[in-house]
Structures are given as C-alpha cells and as structure tokens.
C-alpha cells in the first residue's frame, strides 16, 4: 500500500470563504451525510443544530447484533434498529473511492486496531467517519438522543426574513442497547425555529419487501436482510434468496458455506459468476404455495425454508407532512431539483444522501458544498420554473429510457455527469480519471469474481495516481 498521507497532516477546517448569508439550519441524522453536511454548512458561516436519534455519529455503519423482533420489518410501530450492517460487511468499493475530497481514508499502521484492506470492514469505515468527526469538531454541533419528530414550516412559507421558518419538534430518545443506534422514544419534547432544514437521515432502514403472489400464505420463515446479521440461523436450511444487489451477493455466498442450498431469484439474466455448487441462480418467482413450494417463472420449483428478501429499501420521512411540497411516490422522492433541493421551498429545503448505486461519500460531499453554498448566498439557483422543468425532463427521460419510478435515485455511470455539474456549481474540479477507471475495475471484478474480488484486488497505478492528484490538491 502507498504511504498515503494520513490524517493528522490533512488541513483543519479553513477559514469559511466569503458569504453573505448567515442561516441558522437543522440537520436531520449524523450519518455520512448529516457529518458532511454539518461541516460544510458551518464552513460556510451557517449555524447547525444536528439532530441525531442515536447515540455516536456514523449512522449505517454503527452495527449492531440486535436486529428487529419483526424479521421483515413491516411493523410501522416496532422499536427500529437504524443498521443493515452485516457482522462480516466489508465494503463494495475500495477505500479510496470512500475518501472525503479532502480528508484522506487510509489506515494509520500504527495502531493494531486498523483494517488495512483496500475493502475494509464496517468498523473501520465506522472510526473513519468518527475520526472525521472529530477533527472537523462536528461532534459539538450534533444533539445525540434526539429525535426529530415533526418539521413544519411556519406561517405558510415565505415572508420571512430569507423566504421560511421551520420549527422543528424533537424529543429525547433512550438508547438502550449495546452499541448506540438501538433506541425506544417517549421522551421530552421541545420545539425550536430555523431558517433551513437539511435531511440526513438515511434510507437503508425500512425494507422493501418482494411482492409475489401466495407469499403471505407461505408456511416458511421470512426475513429482509435489514435483519440479516450472521449465516449460523441458516445452517443446513435450503434458502430463496431474493434479489441482485451487492449485499445479496454478499449474503448467499456467506450462507452457502453453511445451508443445505441457496436459489437466488433473479429477475433477467444473472451476470454475476457463481461457482458454488450449492449455490444456483433462478428466474424469478412466479407464486408461493401453501404447501411449502416456490415456483420460479420457467415453471421449475423447489421446497424451501426460508425467503431472504434482499430488496432494498424504502424512503421514509415520518417527520415531514408536506405532501404538497415533497412526496414519496413509489420510493420517488419528489419532485426535487437534481435530488436535492425542493424547488418551491429551496434552498430552505434539501435533502443529502438519496442517491445509491454511486460513490457515496464523496458525492454527498459535494451536496453538501453546494447546499451551503446557495444558502449563504454564493451560489445561485435557477427559478422555481426552470428547476421545475429540469425535474420534469429528467423524469421524461427515465421513462423514455424504461427506467421505473422506483429507481429515479439510482445512478451507476450517469453519476459521472452528475458529480462534475455539482463540482462545477461549487468551483471545483470533477472526477478524476483514475476514480472512473477503478469504478469500473470494482465493478468488473465484482461481477467476475464476487467470492474473492477484495483479497484479490490490485490498485497500484490506479493508487498511485489517486496519491498524485490527492497531493496536488492539497498542496
Ligand atoms: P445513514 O448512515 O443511514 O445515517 C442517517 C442518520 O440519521 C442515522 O444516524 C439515524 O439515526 C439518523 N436519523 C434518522 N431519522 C432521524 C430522526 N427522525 N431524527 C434524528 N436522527 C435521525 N456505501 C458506500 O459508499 N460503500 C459501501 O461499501 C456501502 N455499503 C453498504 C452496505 C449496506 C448494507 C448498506 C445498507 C449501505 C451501504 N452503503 C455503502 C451505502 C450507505 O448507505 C451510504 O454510504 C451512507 O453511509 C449513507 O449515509 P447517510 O448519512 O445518508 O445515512
């Protein structure tokens, strides 16, 4: 591994640039996106409040154990636990595709504690981002145990000093489990008042469930892999894996090495190689039976144990009653001006974090840089019109494409284009080349070879350019 620079010689926070605006402004969640947000709302001379239900900053990547007494996770009224977190999580993109624009993601060798990998494991990502956290001093602005309950917008919006008020209703929460995000509400309740509110607060906790004819009346066990912490319930069980993302991957390769069989029901042609004999890839399925059957659609059929639905998650706001403002239509969130701002209420509305399939942390960032940006002033926003009409020409262009409504947030490689309008609005350079070509590298040596892609995996010139760059940025 290249002697990256470390931490401790990255810059502490610079000097805010010049602005004009001052806004006092909620954050909602100390996640990824909620830490960044923080940092560059302050920055660029704001006042943040962070509110945060848990407990420790660093959101998804707090794992726990616990899981949900409802293993699918439709109880709208069960005791949430935030994480999806596998205990054996490690990540799908190498690290350096993780790293903060400027706080470098590499381990620091001198303690014994540091996963080196290039993919590294969910605790390291975890004391990355408390690391971050600490250095910036974002944790002094972050009200921990609190949970926003109620976020309204005071005398009917406009007229006010920067066009709204917010007055945001939280309560305490107690935390009760082992590591911090577990929590039970009831607690005190107060209100206060901002110019701006900032959404962080995730979407990788309310499952999405496969919907497939007779599956209610299915005698077998159920769960999402929300509550999927470790193989050893799956032992010798013949397993219906349901769905095509990364984690299930992840998670029928973990459960092969233990269950009797593993089906993955896969909707279209399977791309990713499996080489495990117990482990087979299916069409999907066509109907559940009483008696215990799965039938698939090519008419093939198998009696199973247990039905893990890897399928993603669904968008949640309980605390915003705005449906005339900003709504989630079939797990769209909108409408929103380049999945950000809502263009009636911007920039006093936003929302960091929505998007998935991209290179998260370092996009959030720049979310992040912009939405300070237009709040203080220094940055400009098109008028509602024209957001409007870009909003409604992107949807025309999904639906031309045949993209459904449910993936309106996914990206894959249109987020190269996406990345480089957001760097353009702040004032900063794209993505570099050799971030694009890693991309595809990890992305590659996912599909090939899905078991053993991270031991494997070999960055040299990528890393050495990515060294590069890094270093003249910051120089
Ligand atoms: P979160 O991390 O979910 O944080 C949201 C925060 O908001 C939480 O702390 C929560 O407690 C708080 N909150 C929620 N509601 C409220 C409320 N009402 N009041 C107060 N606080 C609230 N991305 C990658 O880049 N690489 C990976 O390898 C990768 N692997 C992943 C694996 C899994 C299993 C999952 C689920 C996701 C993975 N991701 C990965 C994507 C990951 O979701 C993002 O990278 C990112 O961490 C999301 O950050 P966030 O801050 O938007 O949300």
Not at 341 to 360: H, Q
Not at 395 to 413: D, F, S
């Amino acid at each position: 591994l290249l002697a990256s620079p470390t931490v401790k010689e990255t810059q502490p926070d610079p000097l805010p640039p010049f602005y004009s605006i001052s806004c006092r402004v909620a954050v909602i969640g100390a996640g990824v996106s909620g830490l960044l947000a923080a940092r560059e709302l302050r920055r660029e001379g704001h006042r943040v409040v962070v509110y945060e239900r848990g407990n420790h900053v660093g959101g998804c990547w707090i794992y726990t154990p616990e899981s949900e007494s409802d293993p699918l996770g439709l109880d709208p009224e069960r005791p949430a636990v935030h994480s999806s977190m596998y205990c054996s999580l490690r990540t799908n993109l190498p690290r350096k595709l993780m790293s903060f624009r400027d706080y470098p993601f590499v381990a620091e060798a001198v303690d014994w504690s540091v996963d080196p990998r290039a993919f590294p494991g969910h605790a390291e990502v975890l004391s990355y981002l408390k690391g971050f956290a600490r250095d910036f001093a974002v944790e002094e602005m972050v009200r921990f145990d609190t949970e926003v309950v109620k976020v309204e917008l005071l005398g009917g919006g406009g007229g006010e000093e920067h066009g709204g008020r917010w007055r945001v209703k939280s309560r305490k929460t107690t935390t009760t489990k082992t590591d911090g995000i577990d929590w039970s509400g009831g607690g005190e309740e107060s209100d206060e008042v901002f110019d701006a509110v900032v959404v962080c607060n995730g979407h990788d906790t309310e499952p999405r469930i496969a919907e497939c004819p007779g599956i209610q009346r299915w005698p077998g066990k159920q769960i999402h892999s929300h509550n999927y912490r470790t193989p050893e319930p799956f032992k010798d069980l013949v397993v219906v894996l349901i769905g095509y993302g990364t984690s299930s991957v992840d998670i029928s390769l973990e459960i092969a090495s233990i269950s009797k069989e593993v089906h993955l029901a896969i909707r279209g042609p399977s791309k990713i190689a499996m080489h495990d004999q117990r482990h087979e890839s299916r069409t999907q399925i066509k109907h559940a039976q009483e008696d215990g059957a799965i039938v698939f659609e090519d008419g093939t059929s198998i009696y199973a144990d247990v039905i893990l639905h890897c399928t993603g998650y669904k968008y949640h706001f309980p605390f915003l009653d705005m449906d005339e403002v900003v709504s989630v239509d079939d797990n769209r969130v909108g409408p929103l001006y380049k999945h950000v701002f809502s263009p009636i209420l911007a920039p006093w509305l936003s929302f960091i974090g929505l998007l998935s399939k991209v290179v998260s942390f370092p996009l959030f960032q720049l979310q992040s840089k912009w939405v300070a940006g237009v709040l203080s002033g220094r940055i400009s926003l098109p008028s509602v019109k024209e957001m409007m009409e870009d909003v409604d020409n992107f949807y025309a262009q999904l639906e031309a494409a045949g993209v459904p409504k449910r993936h309106t947030h996914t990206m894959l490689t249109s987020m190269f284009e996406y990345n480089d309008w957001l760097a353009d609005q702040c004032g900063l350079p794209g993505m570099e080349e050799w971030e694009k070509m890693m991309l595809f590298a990890s992305y590659e040596s996912l599909i090939t070879r899905p078991g053993t892609f991270r031991n494997e995996w070999k960055e040299d010139d990528l890393a050495s350019k990515g060294y590069e760059d890094f270093v003249r940025s910051i120089s």
